[in-house]
């Protein structure tokens, strides 16, 4: 079992930066692909960025040069979001696949999932 505890949401302006935080129960190491998603009202769960145990990093297009994931030796995992814009406006969660080396970001494949944590992103 593992659970995931995001925190580290809020509301800011256009432009501005924000950090998401995961709190994991489970060593990292054991853990094949971490990741966070994102869903805004109205819309789908799209994945935001994943990385796995390597340290190989993934990006969904509209955050890539603005969003950098990233986790520590222990058992955290982040999100530092820059350059924020008004369509940015989502929960955020944080997920984990225990099954593939590698992170393919399509939401069936996420074993596990934390509650989430609001965004806004006022213009």
């Known amino acids: 079992q593992v659970q995931l505890v995001e925190s580290g949401g809020g509301s800011v302006q256009a432009g501005g930066s924000l950090r998401l935080t995961c709190a994991i129960s489970?060593?990292?190491?054991?853990?094949?692909?971490m990741a966070w998603f994102r869903q805004a009202p109205g819309k789908e769960r799209e994945g935001v960025a994943g990385i796995n145990s390597g340290g190989s990093t993934t990006y969904a297009n509209s955050v890539k040069g603005r969003f950098t994931i990233s986790k520590d030796n222990a058992k955290n995992l982040y999100l530092q979001m820059n350059s924020l814009k008004a369509e940015d406006t989502a929960m955020y969660y944080c997920?984990?696949?225990?099954?593939?080396?590698?992170?393919?970001?399509?939401?069936?494949?996420?074993?596990?999932w934390g509650q989430g944590t609001q965004v806004t992103v006022s213009s």
């Open positions: 997920a984990a696949d225990l099954s593939r080396a590698y992170c393919d970001m399509r939401e069936a494949n996420f074993n596990y």
């Open positions: 489970r060593y990292l190491y054991s853990l094949h692909c």
